[in-house]
């Protein structure tokens, strides 16, 4: 009963941050119909961008040999920043990998493969200057203990603090953009974008100014994800292509382009992983994917998602 | 010379295989499904390249070519067999769906190799014996196999098979009502391509000496993608040009850093940075070339060149096809 309720708890923090990663594909997928391949890269720019802002220097590797900014902020204030930064990355993918292809109404396929060639270049860039060691966040979080235990006793259930971090803020953001999409004249637009494009740039809505706005959401979203998964453990140029693919299972469970289904698939491919006994831990990362393949094959509009009508 | 080519084998061969793999994505979307599975199917062929030569047969001195034959008929049945059960379940999906279940498939299976001991687990299996002495003799076996596969494709093309491929890419249903079993089609064009990526597998197992659950990634799935994109999806060279070009390009970018009248952080650029190139490339190229390096049209235009007839007489009516992939 115990070891449950310690990995129900251990599930919910990692999958939170796989709901505030998958939101950043849903919110652009809901509008565009297309999955943003950089999302991932978008992703561990966020965490370099935060490592960054917190003073800390580069390893001996890259072109930028122990280099460091010269601001030393707290991680909070680095983080907000660095997420920040990180949705500019977002818009800049839009410009180049989105927008020449949608002014031509070109096939969303290609999109598939340029927005993967933008991630590639993206990446790619990050070693070119950061080398391709692990870094790690060190003692960011300042005085905080390092864990609380929320059931005492002989056998304790801990909590660590930094899952504590990964789980508020995550719900923070998922709230808020829950906030943004349902009750702000933005969030109206937005959802009109989502519905019809064509229709809502007939009817008046600057739908360029949307998208770019949702490119630059998603890529908030992916920069704090990115930085709080990077908090919890160590990180490399590469480490977004790994957490990319499981957003794609995250989606497809949730039903693609839905915002609640985005949050309810999170955290449950997060406590499904921590489920996995411990002597079958090796096949941990297939998780995702099998769940990906039952969903896709049983109910491919996804948990939350209404079957749609095939019209000729 | 000939030194030249064998110092520079491994990448022909490399290129060569891409064309294959070219091909191995292009036949399923010749019945309009965009499966992303062929990593899967290229790592499971080189498995068992990597395990029959190092595992079942004992062979002292150069392994002897008639077994890698052996091991083109396990791996096709195995791949085919995989892909057929495989296709079975996942061709009830179209377009993005279908793409994402085929990229799970290749994770679940890459999750698999990295963990079960046949395979050699995280490492991979090491000492694959060659059944060459020099890189560029691979040519051998990839050759015939791009220039069978290049011509099997192109004849189907215009039989029943491939016509009813055609069928079901233009319109599912109207091919349905014709008379087209579009789910033995569809099974059959993703059986075709699985088959193909296996026997690559075999001779790349055997070419580049180790085989691990590396070769089967996510990264592998899209850099197929773009071969077949890049090259063009509308006729078969194009994704054999695509596999040709695509790989070659970060080998002769690393190549040009070797010139001597280039600034020092140019080389290191060149040689360090060069995947940055080959997004950019990537990207503008989708970007510039929508519809590929080699379209119809330009195949049209060659022909007239070749006749020599220049511009055809008259205004061409006919309307561009649409950007579409599948």
């Not at chain 1, 960054?52 to 122990?66: E, I, K, M, P, S």
């Not at chain 1, 921590?274 to 099998?290: C, I, M």
């Not at chain 2, 079975?88 to 698999?112: D, H």
Request: charged share 15%.
């Amino acid at each position: 009963m115990r070891l449950i309720f310690q990995k129900l708890l251990n599930g919910i923090a990692i999958g939170s941050v796989y709901a505030l990663f998958a939101l950043g594909y849903t919110i652009v997928f809901s509008i565009l119909r297309v999955i943003n391949f950089a999302h991932g890269a978008v992703f561990t720019v966020g965490t370099y961008l935060t490592y960054a802002l917190t003073g800390a220097a580069f390893g001996r590797n890259g072109q930028l040999r122990n280099a460091s900014l010269p601001v030393e902020l707290n991680f909070w204030l680095a983080l907000v920043l660095g997420a920040l930064g990180a949705g500019v990355i977002g818009v800049i993918v839009e410009r180049l990998a989105f927008r020449p292809l949608r002014r031509r109404g070109s096939d969303p396929l290609l999109t598939l493969v340029s927005s993967l060639g933008v991630a590639i270049a993206v990446v790619n860039i990050l070693q070119y200057l950061f080398g391709a060691e692990n870094y790690s966040f060190g003692e960011t979080l300042g005085s905080m203990r390092a864990s609380v235990t929320v059931v005492g006793g002989e056998l304790p259930v801990v909590v660590r603090t930094k899952q504590i971090v990964i789980f508020v803020v995550s719900m923070v953001m998922v709230v808020a953009l829950t906030f943004l999409v349902n009750r702000t004249r933005t969030g109206k637009g937005l959802r009109a974008v989502a519905e019809d494009l064509t229709t809502a740039r007939l009817l008046g809505i600057d739908t360029d100014r949307l998208i770019r706005l949702s490119f630059f959401i998603s890529g908030v979203l992916g920069g704090i994800a990115g930085a709080l998964i990077g908090l919890a453990g160590s990180f490399n140029y590469q480490f977004g292509v790994a957490i990319g693919l499981k957003g794609l299972a995250v989606i497809v469970l949730g039903g693609l382009g839905d915002i609640p289904g985005a949050v309810v698939g999170g955290l449950v491919i997060g406590v499904a992983e921590a489920f996995v006994p411990a002597e079958y831990n090796a096949y941990k990362d297939a998780v995702p994917f099998v769940v990906l393949l039952v969903v896709l094959l049983v109910r491919p509009q996804g948990i939350l998602g209404r079957a749609q009508v095939q019209k000729v | 010379m000939l030194d030249f080519l064998n110092s520079q084998g491994t990448i022909y061969v490399s290129m060569v295989l891409g064309g294959v793999l070219g091909l191995s994505l292009y036949l399923p979307l010749l019945a309009g499904q965009l499966s992303l599975a062929s990593p899967g199917f290229y790592a499971l062929g080189g498995f068992v390249a990597a395990v029959l030569s190092t595992r079942t047969f004992d062979v002292e001195g150069t392994y002897p070519v008639h077994l890698v034959l052996v091991e083109f008929v396990v791996a096709a049945v195995l791949c085919g067999v995989l892909a057929f059960v495989v296709g079975l379940a996942a061709l009830r999906l179209t377009g993005i769906y279908l793409a994402l279940a085929t990229i799970a498939f290749v994770e679940v299976l890459r999750v698999f190799t990295l963990n079960l001991e046949l395979t050699g687990g995280a490492v991979g299996i090491f000492a694959i014996p060659q059944p060459f002495g020099t890189q560029l003799s691979y040519l051998w076996l990839a050759g015939p196999l791009l220039i069978a596969a290049a011509l099997f494709t192109w004849r189907l093309e215009k039989v029943r098979v491939g016509r009813a491929f055609a069928a079901v890419r233009e319109d599912e249903l109207a091919a349905a009502s014709m008379g087209v079993d579009t789910t033995r089609a569809k099974i059959t064009a993703f059986v075709l391509g699985g088959v193909l990526a296996g026997l690559a597998g075999v001779i790349a197992a055997h070419q580049i000496n180790t085989w691990s659950h590396r070769q089967a990634s996510f990264d592998a799935s899209i850099a197929y993608l773009a071969f077949v994109l890049i090259g063009g999806s509308r006729t078969f060279l194009g994704p054999v040009a695509g596999g040709l070009f695509l790989t070659y390009l970060p080998e002769w970018l690393r190549e040009q850093a070797k010139h001597e009248f280039l600034p020092t952080w140019a080389a290191e650029f060149l040689r360090t940075g060069r995947f940055i190139i080959y997004g950019v490339l990537l990207a503008a190229s989708c970007v510039f070339f929508p519809r590929g390096l080699i379209t119809p049209e330009f195949l049209a235009r060659i022909k007239r060149i070749g006749r020599g007839g220049g511009r055809p007489r008259g205004q061409d009516v006919r309307q561009p096809e649409p950007e579409t992939v599948a």
